[in-house]
């Protein structure tokens, strides 16, 4: 009943700065926590940072300092500034996100991930 859809992924230099948007739609009646997670070649999923309705944030600390997550509730967006990007960061980012549905159920929403390649 919920759809995400990211964007902004790409080929950036080590140095460079992307941003990522990740736009919820369906039957929402509110989006509460957000986040973005990620998975490089080989390696497990891992939380990047999230952010609660009230703009709470929280950050893996291999990113802080260098990302941001913001979002608008309004157009229940969420997104993820990227800045001094390192190879390190090459990966599949995922949108995650606890959307209350019309009825009052909790659906726990993935999008469909986008490509992040940062060459050295």
């Known amino acids: 009943q919920v759809q995400l859809v990211e964007s902004g992924g790409g080929l950036v230099q080590a140095g460079g700065s992307l941003t990522l948007s990740c736009a919820a739609s369906?039957?929402?009646?509110?989006?509460?926590?957000m986040a973005w997670f990620r998975q490089p070649p080989g390696k497990q999923r891992e939380l990047v940072a999230s952010?609660?309705?009230?703009?709470?944030?929280n950050y893996a600390d291999s990113v802080k300092g260098r990302f941001t997550i913001s979002r608008d509730n309004v157009k229940n967006t969420v997104y993820l500034q990227m800045s001094s990007l390192k190879p390190d960061d090459t990966a599949i980012y995922y949108c995650?996100?606890?959307?209350?549905?019309?009825?009052?159920?909790?659906?726990?929403?993935w999008g469909q991930g986008t490509q992040v390649t940062v060459s050295s």
């Open positions: 369906g039957r929402i009646f509110r989006a509460n926590d």
């Open positions: 952010i609660t309705r009230g703009a709470n944030t």
């Open positions: 995650n996100a606890k959307i209350v549905v019309t009825g009052g159920r909790t659906e726990d929403s």
